[in-house]
């Protein structure tokens, strides 16, 4: 059997490529040059099986002898009897062989076929630097009259080591936290049906040795790269052998393949580390950083003026918040919810995506000027995919509403009486789905961004989508995945029309936190949780595959609006330091001793920006539960920031040494508390003495640190310091 190795940066992907079906011998640790015969990775047969091995083929198939999940699913029929091409009337267990294969230095591809079924599957891998594998399907109807699909789904082998899955889950304002089962015989499956990604989105699916956490332990992760419905999963047959994988979810008869037609599947990213969750992101973020539509650095400090306006626009009150923006060190101004026509509550105007005449007279030019003015760049608020019924554009085109059924007129009056409406699916915060796989719907919106954007010299759109898409339909047929991809192309085009145009991908804050998404937008908006001790666990575990730049991360009100919960401001400032940088906050009403400490976070925030969206991402794995300690370390470990965060009170009197892993084991750091000093806001500490060395500083190796640590100070519950460490 004819193997391909394809090995880099310490992971090794091992495939057969036939002559029968392909498989996946590994997916792991380097093998080294060199590998046996792969005939010596053929299996035992034991009583009562099959008489022969049965392989994990790319696409694991019932004909091969695989009784786990199929990796294609699909059927053919009701072509006419008597056809002589080849392809029979019905069919549905394909039965895939090699016809042809393909390796390159980090990257092969692999096609097989299904003569009877009339089915050709192109399979792409690419092992990127970091090794970060990439994994893609193309589908092709060969044959005779129609295939209808129902999934195709990418999988990587887990080693015999991994027997314990860690997945994400959480709901509104509680993004991505994680839980944790042991790997048992039979499929653990995660289902997203939201049209979206989803707030409860597992976002990483891993697998690793018992106990696996942070900083030590194997584990195998995917990521599926989709922002429509999808299933993630762990698949363990009989034998022992355990799958991860993902597909994207379809619906009822949603893809049906004419004769020539193709089907390409998203990207499936996969990582092995074998220290810890830190080396997946170590991966993902070694992808990241290398492609072509990165957003540019240094990231500008954000205001955005929601939390301080909500719906009440008046032009004095946001120049007077330009102003003090900018006095601050502000560099980016964003306009949120409000400003277009019948806006005056989130009950009616979405769609009608033109500047209110009553409020702004004179347009947004004297606002952006006043931003502008100030060297700041001007962001809007948008929310393109969804509309209100009480808005001018579905009164004019109902027929443009998403829905279960075909909306039908009556007598040819091009209009649908009251009484005969069709059903629509039920309201999410008064919103229906405007149906972009319509292209009059599609271009409407084009054409009213695109206007938006020409008019005015907007650097930035907060683009919004705040419902699930539950009943998704086109024309009768659900239609999640057209209206995905229209999405996508939505995007692009403006991008594409606007080439210096950043847009945020925000839904009902963190419902839409994906690779697919951000192959088209430059942030996303983590939660709608400003809660300074929420967003520590939610942006943890974000940031276990997005890098910080691309993490919206933003400092609420002294008091959250979304938990009444209260924190200092030093808290809320370290925990928005790791991301993208900014605030959601009625600024004019921080005054004295807080204002300047406010201006003191955003110069920490821009003096060390690039180290914080450039470096290697740490978290430590510290034994006490109430203490976490995570920071950045740059590429040549000569500079580093961390931050301890007490969040809750410990059953320890003390923190005692806490271990800083990450460093350079030979070079000697300076190191030093930098935030909050004595005369921040708040009291942050709970001792009657500091450690001796939190005054002036120490000098210690990276290799002391990691192993003997630094007795910490006793923090307050929900409080934070930042240290740096300087090579000398």
């Known amino acids: 059997?004819?193997?391909?190795?394809?090995?880099?940066?310490?992971?090794?992907?091992?495939?057969?490529?036939?002559?029968?079906?392909?498989?996946?011998?590994?997916?792991?640790?380097?093998?080294?040059?060199?590998?046996?015969?792969?005939?010596?990775?053929?299996?035992?047969?034991?009583?009562?099986?099959?008489?022969?091995?049965?392989?994990?083929?790319?696409?694991?198939?019932?004909?091969?002898?695989?009784?786990?999940?199929?990796?294609?699913?699909?059927?053919?029929?009701?072509?006419?009897?008597?056809?002589?091409?080849?392809?029979?009337?019905?069919?549905?267990?394909?039965?895939?062989?090699?016809?042809?294969?393909?390796?390159?230095?980090?990257?092969?591809?692999?096609?097989?076929?299904?003569?009877?079924?009339?089915?050709?599957?192109?399979?792409?891998?690419?092992?990127?630097?970091?090794?970060?594998?990439?994994?893609?399907?193309?589908?092709?109807?060969?044959?005779?009259?129609?295939?209808?699909?129902?999934?195709?789904?990418?999988?990587?082998?887990?080693?015999?080591?991994?027997?314990?899955?860690?997945?994400?889950?959480g709901r509104w304002c509680r993004e991505r936290h994680p839980q944790r089962s042991p790997v048992r015989q039979g499929t653990w499956v995660r289902s997203g049906r939201h049209g979206r990604t989803g707030h409860d989105s597992p976002l990483l699916m891993a697998v690793g040795t018992e106990g696996f956490g942070n900083r030590h332990g194997q584990v195998w992760a995917g990521h599926f790269a989709w922002s429509g419905d999808q299933e993630s999963f762990v698949d363990t047959v009989a034998d022992g052998r355990t799958v991860l994988g993902a597909q994207e979810l379809l619906g009822a008869g949603e893809l049906v393949l004419a004769p020539g037609e193709s089907y390409a599947t998203p990207a499936y990213y996969a990582a092995y580390s074998d220290h810890g969750l830190d080396g997946i992101s170590e991966a993902f973020y070694a992808w990241f950083r290398a492609r072509g539509n990165h957003p540019a650095t240094p990231r500008p400090v954000v205001l955005n003026v929601w939390e301080a306006v909500y719906f009440n626009h008046d032009l004095g009150v946001l120049t007077e918040l330009a102003q003090q923006a900018a006095e601050l060190g502000v560099e980016r101004f964003v306009l949120d919810d409000g400003w277009f026509r019948h806006r005056r509550s989130d009950n009616a105007g979405l769609g009608d995506w033109y500047v209110d005449q009553d409020i702004w007279p004179q347009g947004l030019h004297p606002l952006i000027e006043a931003v502008a003015s100030r060297g700041m760049q001007f962001g809007l608020w948008v929310e393109p995919e969804m509309l209100n019924v009480d808005s001018d554009v579905a009164r004019a085109h109902p027929e443009w509403i998403s829905g279960p059924v075909v909306r039908t007129e009556i007598h040819g009056t091009g209009s649908t009486p009251p009484g005969a409406e069709t059903r629509l699916p039920r309201e999410w915060r008064q919103q229906q789905v405007l149906d972009l796989v319509n292209p009059q719907a599609w271009q409407y919106l084009f054409d009213r961004l695109d206007a938006l954007l020409s008019e005015y010299p907007i650097d930035y759109l907060k683009w919004d989508q705040n419902r699930d898409l539950a009943e998704m339909g086109h024309h009768g047929a659900p239609s999640v995945h057209q209206q995905t991809l229209a999405a996508y192309r939505l995007f692009d085009a403006l991008k594409q029309a606007h080439p210096t145009l950043e847009i945020e991908s925000c839904s009902s804050g963190g419902a839409r936190v994906d690779l697919g998404i951000l192959a088209h937008t430059d942030r996303v908006w983590a939660s709608d949780c400003n809660d300074a001790l929420e967003r520590q666990t939610i942006q943890r575990w974000t940031s276990m595959v997005l890098p910080p730049e691309l993490m919206g991360s933003h400092i609420g009100p002294g008091t959250s609006h979304t938990t009444a919960r209260t924190h200092d401001l030093s808290f809320r400032a370290i925990t928005a330091l790791f991301g993208h940088f900014g605030m959601e906050w009625d600024i004019r009403e921080v005054v004295g001793a807080q204002r300047e400490e406010l201006r003191q976070a955003i110069a920490l925030y821009k003096k060390h920006r690039e180290l914080i969206h450039t470096g290697t991402m740490v978290r430590a794995d510290v034994p006490d539960p109430a203490l976490w300690l995570h920071g950045v370390v740059s590429q040549d470990r000569s500079h580093a920031l961390f931050a301890l965060v007490a969040l809750r009170t410990s059953y320890q009197e003390q923190p005692g040494r806490v271990a800083v892993p990450g460093l350079d084991p030979d070079t000697s750091y300076q190191v030093r508390v930098v935030y909050p000093g004595p005369e921040s806001s708040g009291d942050t500490n709970i001792q009657r003495a500091a450690p001796p060395w939190v005054a002036d500083g120490v000098v210690a190796t990276g290799r002391f640190l990691a192993a003997a640590g630094l007795p910490m100070p006793i923090l307050n519950p929900e409080h934070a310091i930042v240290l740096e460490f300087v090579a000398q």
């Not at 093998?31 to 083929?57: C, I, Y």
């Open 1 to 169: 059997m004819p193997v391909i190795h394809l090995r880099r940066d310490g992971v090794s992907l091992l495939l057969g490529a036939g002559p029968e079906a392909a498989e996946l011998l590994h997916f792991g640790p380097d093998l080294g040059p060199t590998v046996p015969d792969p005939t010596s990775f053929l299996d035992a047969v034991p009583h009562s099986a099959l008489d022969s091995p049965v392989p994990l083929g790319l696409l694991p198939q019932a004909s091969d002898g695989w009784r786990g999940r199929p990796g294609l699913r699909g059927y053919r029929k009701n072509i006419a009897e008597g056809s002589h091409t080849g392809t029979p009337v019905a069919g549905f267990s394909p039965q895939l062989r090699v016809s042809s294969w393909f390796q390159y230095e980090h990257s092969a591809r692999i096609e097989q076929i299904d003569t009877d079924l009339g089915l050709t599957v192109a399979t792409t891998f690419e092992l990127h630097g970091g090794g970060l594998l990439e994994i893609r399907h193309e589908l092709r109807n060969s044959g005779t009259g129609g295939f209808a699909l129902e999934a195709l789904a990418a999988v990587v082998p887990v080693g015999a080591p991994g027997t314990e899955v860690l997945d994400l889950t």
